[in-house]
């Protein structure tokens, strides 16, 4: 007959006294361990360490990284939880080149500024000074510069503010490529077209056309210059249909041009 191994309850107290021991243990290191880490989030948030001491803006080419975060007003005693992202992004898409502005937070003390800012398309000139303006018209009097570098046309004449809003628009739908072959951009009404402009290309042509639907007939340019002989400048109307007038050309010899590269349009 098989013996059976019996355990006495006085054989059986100690080990259940060692394993509730080992409980009350663990609980008691987790209990401290949340006490303690309680305690050092508190410290973080009251002590210096949890200031702003970064503030990184990207995005940016026309507002400056200073002008950026003075508008923040985010200082070195800010503390970085108490950051407000609405109320960041609202003070700086006050600022007229700015579009729109997101702002994120890099532990332990950084934050980040990312700029999304209007397209710039053009300079006013004004007492001798060149001012920036952008696609939307605006016009950055803040941003003074005694010359421009061509990566944008010098805008001239534009005396009512909804024609030269539509022509800002226009020109932000221009490819960059395209954009940077124009020194001038004239507005020549007439009495029949208020919409009449004429272009000054950086290559020595003039561009006669309209500021409706501008961008989309702009376009054709390059493909029309590149029919032409580099050696003779002129006109390249891009009205109704496209053409190429050249300077001082005798009449006969223009209509033949004429045909030529409306021949090649088609």
Same mark, same amino acid.
């Given at each position: 007959?098989e013996?059976? @191994?019996?355990?006495?309850?006085?054989? +059986?107290?100690?080990?259940?006294?060692?394993?509730?021991?080992?409980?009350?243990n +663990?609980?008691?290191?987790f209990?401290?361990? $949340?006490?303690?880490?309680?305690?050092?989030?508190?410290v #973080?948030?009251?002590? *210096?360490?949890?200031h $702003?001491?970064?503030v990184?803006?990207?995005g940016?080419?026309m507002v400056?990284?200073?002008? $950026?975060?003075?508008?923040?007003?985010?200082?070195?005693?800010t503390?970085?939880w108490m950051?407000?992202?609405?109320?960041?992004?609202?003070?700086?898409?006050?600022?007229?080149?700015v579009?729109?502005?997101?702002?994120?937070?890099k532990?332990?003390?950084?934050?980040h500024?990312?700029? @999304?800012?209007?397209?710039?398309?053009? #300079?006013?000139k004004?007492?001798?000074?060149?001012?920036?303006?952008?696609?939307?018209s605006?016009?950055?009097?803040?941003?003074?510069?005694?010359t421009?570098?061509?990566?944008?046309?010098?805008?001239?004449?534009f005396?009512?503010k909804?024609?030269?809003?539509?022509?800002?628009?226009e020109l932000?739908?221009?490819?960059?490529?395209?954009?940077?072959?124009?020194?001038?951009v004239?507005?020549? *009404?007439?009495?029949?077209?208020? @919409?009449?402009?004429k272009?000054?290309m950086?290559?020595g #042509?003039?561009v006669?056309?309209?500021?409706? @639907?501008?961008?989309?007939?702009?376009?054709?340019?390059?493909?029309i210059?590149?029919?032409?002989d580099?050696?003779k400048?002129?006109?390249?109307?891009i009205?109704?249909?496209?053409?190429?007038?050249?300077?001082n050309?005798? $009449?006969?010899e223009?209509?033949a041009?004429?045909e030529?590269?409306?021949?090649?349009?088609?």
């Open positions: 007959m013996k059976k @191994n019996v355990v006495s309850i006085e054989d +059986r107290i100690p080990k259940l006294k060692q394993e509730r021991k080992k409980k009350a +663990r609980r008691l290191i209990y401290l361990s $949340v006490f303690f880490v309680l305690i050092a989030i508190i #973080y948030l009251q002590s *210096p360490l949890s $702003v001491r970064t990184k803006v990207t940016n080419s400056s990284d200073e002008e $950026v975060i003075k508008q923040t007003s985010l200082n070195q005693d503390n970085i950051i407000n992202d609405a109320q960041i992004v609202k003070s700086v898409s006050e600022n007229p080149a579009e729109s502005a997101e702002v994120t937070r532990l332990p003390w950084t934050v500024i990312k700029l @999304n800012e209007y397209e710039h398309v053009g #300079y006013i004004n007492k001798g000074n060149f001012f920036p303006i952008l696609g939307n605006e016009v950055l009097t803040e941003v003074k510069q005694e421009i570098n061509g990566d944008a046309p010098l805008i001239l004449g005396s009512d909804d024609y030269l809003k539509e022509m800002t628009q932000e739908k221009l490819p960059v490529s395209i954009l940077r072959l124009i020194s001038e004239h507005w020549d *009404p007439e009495d029949g077209n208020q @919409n009449k402009i272009l000054y950086n290559e #042509y003039i006669d056309g309209t500021i409706r @639907n501008f961008a989309e007939k702009m376009k054709v340019y390059p493909s210059v590149s029919q032409l580099p050696d400048k002129g006109i390249i109307h009205g109704v249909g496209a053409y190429f007038e050249e300077f050309k005798p $009449v006969e223009e209509a041009s004429d030529e590269i409306n021949d090649t349009e088609n």
